[in-house]
């Protein structure tokens, strides 16, 4: 595999992230198209650790994933706190939350 197929399999998993961030209104929905950005953005750091070496490369795939991890936990709580609160994930019940 080169690092030309390994950016553009990172390119097609971004695509897909954004179609399904624009297209969902449901909140678990979005949480996933986030995931799969941000799982491209490790993708493109792996590929250019792997093909340009360096251990640089690993230790910023090591922050990005820290980082999605404490995203994932912040947001299932705000999905958690909608779903409680209106028993439903729709973020359009999300305006309504506010009092």
């Known amino acids: 595999m080169t690092l030309t197929s390994c950016l553009l399999l990172a390119?097609?998993?971004l695509c897909i992230g954004v179609y399904g961030?624009?297209?969902r209104k449901?909140?678990?929905a979005m949480m996933l198209s986030i995931e799969l950005m941000a799982n491209a953005?490790?993708?493109?750091?792996a590929a250019f650790g792997h093909f340009r070496g360096g251990?640089?490369?690993q230790v910023m795939i090591l922050f990005a994933l820290a980082i999605t991890v404490a995203e994932v936990a912040v947001g299932l709580a705000?999905?958690?706190l909608?779903?409680?609160r209106h028993g439903d994930t729709n973020l359009d019940l999300a305006s309504e939350a506010r009092q």
């Not at 953005?41 to 750091?45: E, G, H, R, T």
């Open 21 to 23: 961030l624009v297209t």
């Open 78 to 80: 705000l999905i958690m």
């Open 82 to 84: 909608l779903y409680r």
């Open 55 to 57: 251990p640089a490369a």
């Open 11 to 13: 390119a097609a998993v």
């Open 41 to 45: 953005a490790n993708m493109v750091f």
């Open 26 to 28: 449901q909140a678990i």
